[in-house]
């Protein structure tokens, strides 16, 4: 009865010892792949901005007064020349009627002093003749030369006023006419600032009555570029950008400025970069929240791999002693085991990376993680170089 429990106690030890090994055992290694292909890798940078016309004028007021009439409204296709809103001309008119009759009687002032000059020139002819023979004195003759030159200075002094009131009723006729407030350019009304009855007050500074874009089918983009991401762009490059009103539709577009100008908001400066649009279906609205990424380098058509490839290193001995460093080489699988290839790695776009160089074929399993029946998969995160 002993001896049967011994032999029971025996096989329990040799049980559980055999369980600890299998536990114990190397666990399989499963490697997560992906190929090695023929793609393209963009360099980008992220901003965001607002959509506005390229040429915008605004359109004011040179003189106050009530708004009698608006003939635009937003979205009015005008022309230049075309009326868009009328000031009360009342005062104007007052003013140009005044200006009038005041010309007019500095006319017939002239009339009357050239009529004056006239008699003045006869008698001072009479009385020097008479001097000759002793009729009048030479007082008299010398009082009626002054009187006649008086009377043509007087002349000179009257075509100057009929001048001056000339002037002013020219000045009373431009003020009439800016009570007609037209289009100065070929556009559409982007907004209107007015409304019939209100006074409009253009005393200290020019009220903004109309905004008028010239033309929307020429859309810009004025980014906010970090000052870290700057150094990059350059004129010329292409840009793609979506819009919340349409966010399956990518829009095409053109950086054809970089405004030197900095842009500082708490302490964080920033420069516009604009880019230029094309709007043949006046799908973008000006004020539109743009979201745009410049592309800054491409590469078309190269052998590029994940960038987890390049950050991924075996564990265990595959992974040891490897002499060629972590972003010159790629782990590839061969017989199931993983075989570092030596690689050159060029542009990347924070997903894929441009292989150079190297012993990497099209078409290859690079390894980017690993995983065992009793853990998750491990792979490296993106990375951007």
């Known amino acids: 009865m002993w001896k049967r429990a011994w032999i029971g106690v025996v096989v329990a030890l040799a049980a559980i010892a055999g369980l600890v090994v299998w536990l114990k055992r190397p666990k399989p290694v499963q490697y997560l792949t992906a190929p090695a292909k023929i793609g393209n890798v963009q360099r980008t940078v992220t901003t965001t901005g607002s959509l506005n016309p390229v040429i915008t004028v605004q359109v004011g007021s040179y003189v ?32 140009v009627d005044e200006a009038q009759a005041n010309l007019a009687s500095a006319q017939a002032q002239v009339t009357k002093d050239q009529a004056s000059l006239a008699y003045a020139k006869i008698n001072y002819q009479r009385d020097a003749g008479l001097l000759g023979r002793g009729i009048v004195s030479q007082d008299t003759v010398d009082n009626d030369r002054s009187v006649y030159r008086q009377d043509l200075a007087q002349i000179g002094v009257d075509q100057a006023a009929v001048q001056q009131r000339a002037a002013a009723l020219e000045a009373a006729k431009v003020n009439l006419g800016y009570t007609n407030i037209v289009s100065p350019v070929n556009g559409t009304v982007v907004s209107r600032n007015v409304n019939v009855g209100q006074t409009v007050a253009a005393s200290f500074q020019t009220p903004t009555l109309f905004l008028i874009a010239k033309d929307l089918t020429k859309m810009e983009v004025d980014t906010n570029v970090s000052e870290s991401d700057i150094g990059a762009l350059r004129v010329g490059q292409q840009a793609i950008f979506t819009v919340d009103a349409y966010p399956e539709e990518a829009f095409h577009g053109v950086v054809w400025q970089i405004r030197k100008a900095p842009i500082t908001v708490q302490n964080v400066v920033t420069y516009d970069a604009v880019i230029e649009v094309a709007n043949p279906k006046l799908l973008l609205f000006p004020g539109m929240t743009a979201n745009a990424r410049i592309i800054t380098e491409q590469r078309d058509a190269v052998l590029t791999v994940p960038v987890a490839a390049l950050r991924f290193t075996p564990a265990g001995p595959a992974g040891a002693g490897m002499a060629v460093p972590a972003n010159d080489r790629v782990y590839v699988l061969r017989k199931g085991k993983p075989a570092a290839v030596p690689v050159k790695a060029g542009l990347s776009d924070g997903v894929s990376v441009e292989i150079k160089g190297g012993n990497l074929h099209p078409g290859e399993q690079v390894i980017v993680g690993e995983r065992t029946s009793a853990q998750p998969a491990r792979a490296m995160r993106p990375r951007f170089f």
């Open 64 to 95: 106050s007064g009530p708004i009698q009439a608006i003939y635009c409204d937003y979205n009015t296709r005008v022309k230049m020349g075309q009326l868009c809103a009328k000031i009360d001309p009342k005062p104007f008119q007052v003013a």
